[in-house]
């Protein structure tokens, strides 16, 4: 473990890790019940893609397939890219979702039903006792 990983921890932040990168999250946050997603106001603000925690790309998914019930896997990533202000697919980009597409897929929160991606019945009881998704954009 790296001196700042060690300071990170006595300091009680939460660590999550994915693809050589860690991703650090306030002792009051739960990165597996992450409910937010940062959108980019502007070009400049635009984040890269391996900059953008799953935790935060699953939210999207939830964000999107709420609003679309379901989609083919092509679609849900542009779809969910454009919520992170990606105009365009590249390679980082679409590895980036499909990476958060894994992820909520293990974490059993989308299926395939018709060979379309959706929410699964589990996710869709927690929304309709929410009323929403329960993932906020955060601004």
Aim: aromatic share 8%; proline share 4%; with cysteine.
């Amino acid at each position: 473990m790296q001196e700042i990983e060690i300071k990170y921890s006595q300091v009680g932040l939460k660590c999550s890790y994915q693809n050589d990168t860690f991703f650090y999250w306030k002792a009051t946050q739960e990165p597996d019940e992450y409910n937010k997603y940062r959108i980019a106001g502007e070009d400049d603000q635009k984040r890269n893609p391996e900059d953008l925690p799953k935790e935060e790309i699953v939210c999207g998914i939830k964000e999107t397939l709420t609003n679309q019930i379901s989609l083919p896997e092509e679609d849900l990533i542009r779809e969910v890219a454009k919520i992170f202000g990606y105009a365009r697919l590249g390679g980082n980009v679409e590895q980036a979702m499909k990476m958060g597409i894994e992820f909520a897929f293990d974490r059993e929160l989308i299926g395939i039903k018709n060979g379309r991606i959706v929410l699964t019945e589990i996710k869709i009881q927690n929304i309709m006792q929410n009323g929403h998704s329960n993932c906020l954009p955060k601004l």
